[in-house]
């Protein structure tokens, strides 16, 4: 399942430069996890820690428990409890790393940890953006297409919405660059085409942004079927609310 991001927001909503972890939280699906829900996850994720608790260390075990541990945080509003999955996930994934560097998943799976643990540790937030950077390019160098290209589509999103060097590692030419690549490389995958879409229109670039969201409204039938199920509906409800949006943006037909 891919992971879900946020809404594209503008920085003068936020004074701190740190903020971006706010941004960058993946806190898309926040406020929509009913409690049902919240019970799947809960149950993804004890039966990922049991399994990777009979052989620590293993990467075969340890992206999925990184995995659970980053879907339940991101539902979660108390940040102690935030705090404590991610860096379970976060640490499962660095001992595995130890042995098996090369594993895509681990390096993926802890990035988006180390983006909770961001959130819920302000301080550190400048520290841990730089290794979500470096997490996510070495997914990127070894499996590029893992979860639907989201190595690049996380750090289009890292560079698009944190501030510039010596603040931040913001880049709009970067994030161009990888935004553009996860549609290329995952070009059914809804999540990439809004991004990109969100994109072009903060940079005003409206008739490029119609004809993607053309684009998008070809593949979104099919993607429909494809990603059906539990797993999908949070992604779904709020692939939904921005598709509404970028409609009355930019003037065309659902």
């Not at 841990?128 to 989201?150: I, K, N, S, Y």
């Not at 229109?201 to 070809?218: C, I, M, P, Y």
Request: charged share 20%.
């Amino acid at each position: 399942m891919t992971r879900a991001l946020p809404h594209t927001w503008g920085w003068s909503r936020f004074q701190h430069p740190l903020a971006c972890w706010v941004l960058l939280g993946f806190l898309g699906s926040l406020g929509l996890l009913g409690e049902s829900q919240q019970q799947r996850l809960s149950r993804v994720y004890e039966q990922a820690r049991s399994e990777y608790l009979k052989s620590p260390g293993q990467p075969a075990l340890a992206w999925p428990l990184a995995r659970a541990c980053f879907d339940r945080a991101e539902g979660l509003t108390s940040r102690p409890v935030r705090s404590a999955l991610a860096k379970e996930g976060a640490e499962a994934c660095r001992l595995a790393l130890k042995e098996s560097p090369a594993d895509a998943a681990c390096h993926y799976y802890l990035g988006l940890n180390l983006g909770i643990l961001a959130q819920t540790q302000p301080l550190r937030a400048l520290g841990l953006v730089r290794e979500m950077e470096t997490q996510w390019q070495a997914c990127q160098l070894l499996d590029p297409g893992f979860d639907h290209a989201g190595a690049d589509r996380s750090l289009g999103m890292l560079y698009e919405e944190c501030p510039s060097a010596p603040l931040g590692v913001g880049s709009r030419s970067k994030a161009r660059f990888h935004l553009a690549r996860a549609v290329q490389l995952a070009p059914d995958h809804p999540e990439n085409r809004i991004l990109w879409i969100e994109f072009l229109v903060q940079r005003h670039e409206k008739a490029a942004a119609v004809e993607e969201f053309k684009s998008l409204q070809g593949i979104l039938p099919d993607a429909r079927i494809r990603l059906s199920g539990s797993d999908w509906e949070v992604a779904w409800k709020t692939w939904e609310a921005r598709l509404e949006t970028l409609e009355a943006r930019l003037g065309v037909q659902p």
